[in-house]
């Protein structure tokens, strides 16, 4: 079974640029979840989708991030435009579980390395 | 001050020797999880806790809830276990992880 899959790996833009950032979660797992690390920071929540709808995006840091799970499948996290503290990396974690279920565990994707120059 | 709370941040250790971990925590929890990430790789989750202890291998996390307090131990350590070690607590039924800073691990051969 593919993991948690986000694409690109690795992206670099300048000041007021676009990017958009993939995540593909696991098959059959309708929680999916953004977080982003900057540098020295640790790593925090940004939102939570169940299914196509936003359950919780009280981390996404402002307006200038637009996510989206059209179909419940794949999620984006779009960046416009693009300011040098969003730099970081961006993780995306799938779930299968219910609500209040102590045993959801979380999985990982590789993240995505986003550097605003 | 943050909610969940690491030590040491960097831990240096020759191969063989016994590690531990520490997260503390502030707040109230449903879970615990211990996650690992290696150099330029992605976030594995190796620890999921609401209570005790749980073994893998050569790992070993505990946790005790009223003193806000989880460990991760790694017996004969080996140099492959050399990552960051990163704790993240859940909330009731809150699905987020809050996470600590991380614990950057080195084992020397």
């Known amino acids: 079974e593919a993991g948690v899959t986000q694409f690109p790996s690795h992206s670099v833009i300048e000041k007021g640029q676009t990017v958009t950032l993939r995540c593909d979660p696991i098959s059959g797992h309708d929680n999916l979840y953004w977080y982003r690390r900057v540098m020295g920071k640790e790593i925090k929540f940004l939102l939570h989708f169940v299914k196509e709808s936003k359950q919780d995006e009280s981390g996404m840091p402002n307006n200038r991030f637009l996510a989206e799970r059209t179909g419940g499948t794949y999620s984006t996290l779009k960046v416009q435009p693009a300011e040098l503290e969003d730099s970081g990396v961006y993780f995306c974690?799938?779930?299968?579980?219910?609500?209040?279920?102590?045993?959801?565990?979380?999985?990982f994707g590789p993240g995505t390395r986003l550097t605003v120059l | 001050k943050n909610e969940v709370e690491q030590s040491p941040q960097n831990l240096t250790a020759q191969e063989g020797e016994f590690i531990t971990i520490n997260c503390s925590y502030s707040v109230g929890i449903s879970a615990l999880h211990w996650l690992q990430q290696h150099p330029g790789g992605g976030i594995v989750s190796l620890f999921m806790l609401s209570s005790g202890k749980k073994k893998h291998g050569r790992l070993i996390a505990t946790i005790n809830i009223q003193e806000k307090h989880s460990s991760l131990h790694i017996t004969a350590s080996h140099p492959r276990d050399s990552a960051v070690y990163i704790c993240a607590v859940r909330r009731g039924s809150n699905y987020k992880l809050t996470f600590g800073k991380g614990t950057l691990l080195t084992v020397n051969p």
């Open positions: 974690a799938s779930s299968q579980g219910w609500r209040g279920s102590p045993t959801d565990t979380q999985y």
